[in-house]
C-alpha cells in the first residue's frame, strides 16, 4: 500500500483544506431517486513514528434499483463490513455489483465475500468466471444503468476506475477512490500516483462535472465546478 505521510485522519483533510477549491464535508449519506449513496466506512492514511503506515480504504454502498458497493476495505474489515451491511438489512448476497476502484489491498481485500455478484475491479468485469466484454481500457465508461456508470480515471494505477452517481440530493456524486487521497491532497498526490500526467487529466475532469467527490483516504468533498479554478490541480 502507497500512502500519503498523515499525522492523523484529520490532517489528511482539514490540514490542507483551505489550500485548496474543494469543502470538506462531514455528510457521509447522500440520499437520492433512484439511488443514494452513503460512506459505510471513511479510509485513512496515518504514518507511525516507527516509518511504518496504518491504512485502509473508503467503503461506499449506493443503493437503488440495484446495490452497489465500492471498494471492501482490507482484509482486516471483514467482520465490520458484514456488521455495517446487516445494520442495513443486507447480506452479502443482496449486493448487485462490487466494484473495486483498483488493485491494491485495502480496497479489494474482501472480494471473496461476494461470490454471487457482479465483480469489477479496474478493467475487468465479471460474473463467476464470466468475464463482460468493455471498453473501460479504451476509456470509455461501462454504463450499469442510466443513472450509474463505472467510469475509467486511471493515473494512480493503470486500470483506475470511479463510480459516478447521477440524481441524488447534492447532484452528482463520484465514489473516485485514490484518484484523490482526500480533500487536501494537492501537494502531495503526484508520489502516489504511476502516471502523474494521466492523472491530473481525470481529477481536472471529475471535479469539472462532479458535486460530491468521495476519495479514497479521507471524507467526502463538495467541489466548485469552475473549469477555470482547477489549472493547478
Known sequence: MHCITMESEESSVSGQANATLCT???????????????????????????????????????TGPRTILVD???PW????????????????????????????SDHIGNLGLFQKSMIVVGCDISEGDRYTPNQLAEGKPYHIDEHVSIVPTPGHTGHDVSLEVRGTSTGIVLVAGDLFECCGDRESWQALSENATVQV?????????????????????MTHRNPKDYDGW
Open 72 to 74: 471492501t476495505g482490507g
Open 77 to 104: 474489515d471483514r467482520d465490520l463490513l458484514l456488521t455495517t451491511l446487516r445494520e442495513r438489512g443486507l447480506e452479502t448476497g443482496d449486493v448487485d455489483w462490487v466494484v473495486g476502484t483498483h488493485g491494491h
Open 24 to 62: 470538506e464535508s462531514r455528510v457521509l449519506d447522500f440520499p437520492g431517486n433512484p439511488y443514494s449513496v452513503s460512506v459505510l466506512k471513511v479510509g485513512y492514511c496515518v504514518s507511525q513514528p516507527d516509518g511504518y503506515f496504518r491504512a485502509d480504504g473508503t467503503v461506499t454502498l449506493v
Open 201 to 221: 487529466v481525470n481529477r481536472k475532469r471529475a471535479l469539472r462535472n462532479a458535486d460530491v467527490i468521495i476519495p479514497g483516504h479521507g471524507l467526502p468533498f
